[in-house]
C-alpha cells in the first residue's frame, strides 16, 4: 500500500537554529512530493514541491527540501528556525502528480525563543 | 497568486438540516478541485474529486448523496453536506489544482468549521 511517514508527532527547536523535519514514503514511480504547513483553524499553506530536476528544492519563508530516492525520503529543512515557523507540517506525495495527494500524518514544529 | 477561498468559515446548523459549502479560485481557473475532511489533530482525508463540467469522483466510503459536490464553473464548487448529523462536524477544506508548466500544484483554502448540534 502505498504511504507516507512523518516518523516525528512533534520536533522542538530553539529559535536560530537549524531544523529538520522529516518525510519519507512508500509509492511506485516517481511521485509528486509536496510540504505544506498549517497554522491552527487555518487551511494549508503551500510551501516547496518537488517534480524533477535539482534535488534540493528551494520555497516560501527560507524552507527547502532534499529529495533523496535511494532513501525515499523528502525531508523539509530551514538554516535557521524562527519563533514564527512554529506550525504543523504535513508532507503529501502525488503517485501521479499533482492530484489524490497522499499526507503525512503532519509533525508539530515548536521553536522556542 | 493561487489564492483560494472558502465561504463561510465556520458554520454551525441543526441536525437534520443541509449545510453548503463554497470553494473558490481567486485569481485562476481551477478544471479540478478537491475536497477534504479533517478530524482534530489528524491529517487531511481525501473526500472526492470535483471536475468542472462533470460528475465528482469520491473516494471509498465517502456517501455520495451525504456530500453533494458541484463543479459548475473553473472558479467555484460547492459541498452540501445534507441531512448533518452531530458525527459530519469536521474541518473541511478544498483545494484547487493548478495546472501546466511549473505549477502542477493543490493550493487550498482557509477551510470550514462545522459544527453539527
Redesign the interface.
Known amino acids: 500500500a502505498q504511504s507516507v511517514a512523518q516518523p516525528e508527532d512533534q520536533v522542538n527547536v530553539a529559535e536560530g537554529n537549524p531544523l529538520t523535519v522529516k518525510c519519507t514514503y512508500s509509492v511506485s514511480g516517481n511521485p509528486?512530493l509536496?510540504w505544506?504547513v498549517q497554522y491552527p483553524?487555518?487551511?494549508?499553506?503551500?510551501l516547496l514541491?518537488y517534480?524533477t530536476g535539482d534535488n534540493l528544492v528551494k520555497g516560501s519563508y527560507g524552507f527547502e527540501a532534499e529529495f533523496n530516492k535511494s532513501q525515499t525520503s523528502f525531508h523539509l529543512k530551514k538554516p535557521s528556525a524562527l519563533v514564527s515557523d512554529s506550525a504543523l507540517y504535513?508532507c503529501a506525495v502525488g503517485p501521479g502528480?499533482?492530484?489524490?495527494?497522499i499526507?503525512?500524518?503532519?509533525t508539530r514544529l515548536a521553536v522556542h525563543p | 497568486g493561487a489564492v483560494v477561498s472558502q465561504h463561510p468559515s465556520w458554520v454551525i446548523c441543526k441536525s437534520g438540516t443541509s449545510v453548503k459549502i463554497e470553494c473558490r479560485s481567486l485569481d485562476f481557473q481551477a478544471t479540478t478541485m478537491f475536497w477534504y475532511r479533517q478530524f482534530p489533530k489528524q491529517s487531511l482525508m481525501l473526500m472526492a474529486t470535483s471536475n468542472e463540467g462533470s460528475k465528482a469522483t469520491y473516494e471509498q466510503g465517502v456517501e455520495k448523496d451525504k456530500f453533494l459536490i458541484n463543479h459548475a464553473s473553473l472558479t467555484l464548487s460547492t459541498l452540501t453536506v445534507t441531512s448533518a448529523h452531530p458525527e459530519d462536524s469536521s474541518f473541511y477544506i478544498c483545494s484547487a489544482g493548478e495546472t501546466g508548466g511549473a505549477a502542477d500544484t493543490q493550493y487550498f483554502g482557509p477551510g470550514t468549521r462545522l459544527t453539527v448540534l
Open positions: 509528486y509536496f505544506y483553524n487555518r487551511g494549508l499553506q503551500f514541491k517534480i504535513f502528480g499533482y492530484n489524490k495527494l499526507f503525512g500524518a503532519g
